[in-house]
Nanobody, 121 residues
Framework: QVKLVESGGGSVQSGGSVRLSCTISKSPYAHYCLAWFRQRPGKEREMVAQIDTNGAIKYGDSAKGRFTISQDHDKNILWLQMDTLNAEDTATYYC???????????????WGQGTQVAVSS
């Protein structure tokens, strides 16, 4: 069974940094897409950053220039380094795994339980 567990969330002041980690119990597929999504209060889930097993990376508009996604493919760990945080980044952040990138959010089969990030001004 594939299980994703996020860690690293918490409270941070505006302008600060947080590093999220996601441990994946086992590779769901030989080649797959890992991603970070977030859900802000009252908003729909949105893709923050994604990376596939070939290392191709894509960022959501809110993350460009501030967030960095990386992975250790052999150890099945995914990270999200978030810098220059602001109040708009307050959200629950989820780690996901899917066979392909850029698919429908609702169709993503594997989700972590989420980790909360709260940015105070």
């Amino acid at each position: 069974q594939v299980k994703l567990v996020e860690s690293g969330g918490g409270s941070v002041q505006s302008g600060g940094s947080v590093r999220l980690s996601c441990t994946i119990s086992k590779s769901p597929y030989a080649h797959y897409c890992l991603a970070w999504f977030r859900q802000r209060p009252g908003k729909e889930r949105e893709m923050v950053a994604q990376i596939d097993t070939n290392g191709a990376i894509k960022y959501g508009d809110s993350a460009k220039g501030r967030f960095t996604i990386s992975q250790d493919h052999d150890k099945n760990i995914l990270w999200l380094q978030m810098d220059t945080l602001n109040a708009e980044d307050t959200a629950t952040y989820y780690c996901t795994a899917d066979l392909y990138c850029n698919g429908a959010t609702a169709a993503i089969p594997y989700w972590g339980q989420g980790t909360q990030v709260a940015v105070s001004s």
